[in-house]
Each structure stands twice: as structure tokens, then as C-alpha cells.
């Protein structure tokens, strides 16, 4: 609640447990609606997305989350699992996606969302498909259902690349800065006085006992838009050589060495084929 109340430019009076907005107070909870519209904003993707919907945008891929796990992906039990499968019911009824979420799940009757979702909530994951994706592929490409709009849907690249190059900046400086204009976040936020960043990392820290970066992860390839840009950010100073390796299709490989014998992937191919 509290990311759409600073979204809609709202303000939470914690004490008097009132809303502020457009210069009225309401007391909470809200029995109806005070806004039915508000002015799109190029940052707020969902709202282009609902847009590309309505002009016969057929997505290729949707983006998923499993509502067993929170975004740390922590297993969720108990209250909190409930929480958030009633959060998703919701954003679903009350969001752009209705429609579409619905078909997704197989569920032509909106009312029993919530009874179709509590049934599986025991289950080891519970996937539900959240937005449709404008970029798909590891290659990050704009969706060719997309591209068959034509000039109607010519806009959808210029406001994902915008995005992009606003999510680089904010990688470097931050989107946040203190009383004296210095980045709270990024990484000009983790410059130490000797003019280097560290790259702290837990080698246990990540689900499943895998690597966990901090502060510096996840920067983009050089092939990405503006990857080159923040790579070339990076350097370990004169007389010296920066060397960087990563696996290459790990769980690939490993899952090969184990299934290595033809019989027992035959058997496996067949087992798919008959489900």
C-alpha cells in the first residue's frame, strides 16, 4: 500500500490513520473509490503494457512469480503466505491484467480466484503469471507480436530503451541522495576514500547455498544497451590485468554428466511423451 499511496503522490498520516490527497483527508479504510483515473506516466510500465493489450498485443512470454516465496525467495507459511495469495487477488481483480491473468490460470469464474489459489498453496510452488513481457529471449529482444502492430505499437521500444537507460543510471548513481547531493545508492555510493569499490559477497548467502554478490552484481553484458558504458566503469588501475570468468550453462552441463547413459534419457523422453 505504501509504494501506491507515493506513486499516486498521496500522503499516510500514520497516527490519525488518514489519507491525504489533492488536498483532502480521508479516514481509513476507504469505502469507495476517491480517483477513477490518473494522468500515464512513461515510468509506469504496467500502464503501457494495459495499453498494448488493448491495441491487440498477443505477449509471447509473461513474467511469473511463485507466491510460496517472497522476493528473497524465503518459503512463506502460515499468515504471511495467506497475505500475499489475498495481495495477488487483488492486484489481479483491481488491476490491468484481469483478463488476462484469468485466461492464464484457466479460471472463468473471478470469484473463485482466491479458493483456485488457497487449494495449491501447499504445494511446492505455486506459479502465477504477473505482466506480459515487452522484451523476451536472453537476448532481450522486443516481442515480434509487437513488431506485427505496426506504427501503432513503434513507441513501445523508445519507452523500454528509456527505462533501460534510466535503470543503468540509477546502477551507477543512485535515485536517492542525502542532505549534501550524494548518492545514497549505486555505485558512486560505494567509493571508498581510496577511490575503490568493494565487492563484498557472502559465498553462502544466496537460496541454495549459491554465491551472493553485494553492492556490484548484476551488471550488464557488453551486448546489452549501455552495457559497454558501465563495464567499461571497471578496471583494477595501471600494472595490472582484470580477469572475469563465469560457467557456462552450469545446471546444463551438470544435469548431461548425470544423464549421460542413452537409456536413461530415452526413458525420460518417453515419460514426457506419454504425460
Known amino acids: 500500500m505504501t509504494n501506491f499511496i507515493n506513486r499516486v503522490g498521496a500522503v499516510y498520516n500514520e497516527e490519525a490513520n488518514t489519507l491525504s490527497f489533492e488536498g483532502r ?4 479504510p476507504l469505502q469507495e473509490g476517491i480517483k477513477t483515473s490518473l494522468p500515464g506516466s512513461i515510468d509506469n510500465l504496467d500502464h503501457l503494457k494495459a495499453y498494448l493489450l488493448e491495441l491487440g498485443w498477443t505477449p509471447m512470454e509473461w513474467k511469473e512469480r511463485d507466491l510460496t516465496k ?23 481483480l483491481n488491476g490491468p491484467f484481469k483478463k488476462y491473468r484469468l485466461e492464464l490460470l484457466g479460471i472463468k469464474d473471478e470469484n473463485k480466484l482466491a479458493g483456485f489459489l488457497f487449494d495449491q498453496k501447499d504445494k511446492f510452488s505455486l506459479m ?27 513507441f513501445a ?17 543512485g535515485g ?6 550524494s548518492p545514497l545508492t549505486g555505485y ?7 577511490h575503490r569499490i568493494s565487492t563484498p559477497a557472502d559465498t553462502l548467502g544466496a537460496n541454495g547455498g549459491r554465491y551472493k554478490h553485494r553492492g556490484v552484481c548484476n551488471v550488464p553484458r557488453v551486448s546489452s544497451l549501455g552495457g559497454q558504458v558501465l563495464r567499461s566503469l571497471f578496471g583494477c588501475g595501471p600494472g595490472r590485468m582484470q580477469l572475469g570468468f563465469d560457467f ?5 552441463r551438470i544435469q548431461g554428466h548425470f544423464l ?10 518417453k515419460l514426457k511423451f506419454l504425460q
Do not use: F, W
Open 157 to 173: 521500444l523508445d519507452v523500454t530503451e528509456y527505462l533501460t537507460y534510466k535503470h543503468r543510471k540509477n546502477s551507477i548513481a
Open 188 to 194: 558512486l555510493s560505494q567509493v571508498r576514500p581510496d
Open 128 to 154: 502465477v503469471p504477473v505482466s506480459p513481457m515487452i522484451r523476451i529471449g536472453t537476448e532481450k529482444k522486443l516481442c515480434p507480436n509487437l513488431t506485427k502492430l505496426g506504427e501503432q505499437a513503434e
Open 25 to 28: 483527508d480521508y479516514e481509513l
Open 176 to 181: 536517492k541522495e542525502d542532505e549534501e547531493g
Open 260 to 269: 549421460r547413459k542413452n537409456l536413461m534419457i530415452v526413458l525420460i523422453l
Open 70 to 92: 517472497d522476493s528473497k525467495k524465503v518459503k512463506l507459511q502460515g499468515e504471511k503466505l495467506d497475505a500475499t495469495i489475498m495481495r495477488y487477488v487483488d492486484n489481479t
Open 248 to 252: 557456462a550453462s552450469l545446471e546444463a
